[in-house]
């Protein structure tokens, strides 16, 4: 059974910067792709990046490309999502899960609380 929890979320003005951490414990983390999706009032889930097993590919959303950086620490099970220049339309509560792989971004485990990220105008 896989744990994630997800933490760094918070408020933030519209310019502004967060970073995101995901606990990951109950399997081995440093063999699988990992994600962060986001889910905003309203809306379905959506992907937004993802990274190999090594940490030396990554894809992104069309939406976050150049803002967001998704990075890994096999050492500590940890992936992060670091978010710069933040709009008011990033706000949404942040998930992240284990991916199939980098092209099909399918997540693979139960969803964990997320975190919430709110940007205000």
């Known amino acids: 059974q896989v744990q994630l929890v997800e933490s760094g979320g918070g408020l933030v003005q519209a310019g502004g910067s967060l970073r995101l951490s995901c606990a990951v414990s109950g399997r081995t983390f440093s063999n699988y792709a990992m994600g962060w999706f986001r889910q905003a009032p309203g809306k379905e889930r959506e992907f937004v990046a993802a990274?190999?097993?090594?940490?030396?590919?990554?894809a992104y959303a069309d939406s976050v490309k150049g803002r967001f950086t998704i990075s890994r620490d096999n050492a500590k099970n940890t992936v992060y999502l670091q978010m710069n220049n933040l709009k008011p339309e990033d706000t949404a509560v942040y998930y992240c899960?284990?991916?199939?792989?980098?092209?099909?971004?399918?997540?693979?485990?139960?969803w964990g609380q997320g975190t919430q990220v709110t940007v205000s105008s």
């Open positions: 990274i190999n097993w090594s940490g030396q590919s990554t």
């Open positions: 899960n284990g991916v199939v792989d980098l092209r099909r971004k399918t997540p693979v485990h139960s």
